[in-house]
């Protein structure tokens, strides 16, 4: 999947490159022959020029590989990419927070300065027209909000339940079901209230121990089938972290 490779590609430098700017090594030698003693330390610049470079390779790939639509699907997701890479920098402590928020990889590679609203607004747009050729790009959509990207949302008192509400639309226009494990009064193993009592009267209890064990086993066994369904909702989606946290070096994580 292309989109998914360079998300991959991408968000594995974030994760790089936070990691460098919480150590505070984030003036880095060889970029493009400039010398980096000569930049106030200050300056996001080395961080900055890296993963414009890198979405700027990005789009040439997609060109190249995909036309004219490679490219167009493309670059929507990689409005997303700038997007999470931005809100991360600017929501960093960190000397550069100020200059990154004047300089967007947003502002750079489109022109604008609102995706903290757009970008929620290309998320509705894909799930009201729900055309399955954009399924990747609804991946990406739901990686990203996975992610943390929060948006207008961050710091609402319905900030969680909103992005909450995207993510399970998103799930349900990819896997056409919903990710919820157990529903209203669907249960996984329908044996295991089979034997619960709903009206009770008075009775002798009989000898206990056959249903002790029985009801041990129903327990496990319901507990495995939960198991099972939740590992089976997120295969999907946790062999892309696994690649992304696969990807980078030992100490540096999310």
């Known amino acids: 999947m292309f989109l998914i490779d ?3 590609q991408f968000y594995a430098e974030v994760l790089q490159l936070r ?8 003036v880095f030698q060889g970029e493009g022959g400039a010398n980096p003693a000569a930049e106030p330390r200050e300056s996001p610049s080395g961080v900055w020029r890296k ?23 493309y670059r929507r997701a990689q409005y997303a ?23 967007l990889l ?22 009201r027209d729900r055309d399955t050729l954009y399924g990747e790009l609804a991946r990406i959509y739901l990686t990203v909000l996975a992610l943390g990207f929060q948006g207008k949302y961050r710091g609402r008192p319905d900030g969680d339940e909103v992005i909450e509400s995207y993510r399970r639309r998103l ?8 990710p919820q494990v157990v529903q209203g009064a669907e249960r996984v193993m329908p044996q295991a209230y089979a034997a619960t009592l709903n009206e009770g009267h008075i009775t002798e209890l009989p000898y206990l121990k056959p249903w002790i064990w029985t009801l041990s086993l129903i327990i496990v066994l319901w507990l495995a089938g939960s198991h099972l369904l939740w590992r089976n909702a997120i295969a999907d989606i946790e062999p892309l972290m ?11 994580g999310p």
């Open 6 to 8: 360079k998300f991959q």
């Open 19 to 26: 990691g460098r700017v919480a150590e505070g090594s984030w």
């Open 51 to 73: 993963l414009v470079g890198l979405l700027e390779r990005q789009s040439l790939d997609a060109a190249r590989d995909g036309g004219d639509f490679g490219l167009e699907i």
């Open 81 to 103: 990419q700038a997007a999470l890479a931005d809100e991360i920098f600017i929501n960093l402590d960190w000397p550069g927070r100020e200059a990154w928020r004047e300089h």
């Open 106 to 127: 947003e502002a750079k590679l489109f022109g604008t300065h609102g995706a903290g609203e757009q970008l929620f607004e290309r998320i509705d747009a894909l799930l």
């Open 171 to 178: 799930f349900r226009f990819i896997y056409t079901r919903d």
């Open 242 to 252: 696994n690649d992304i946290i696969g990807t980078l070096p030992a100490g540096v």
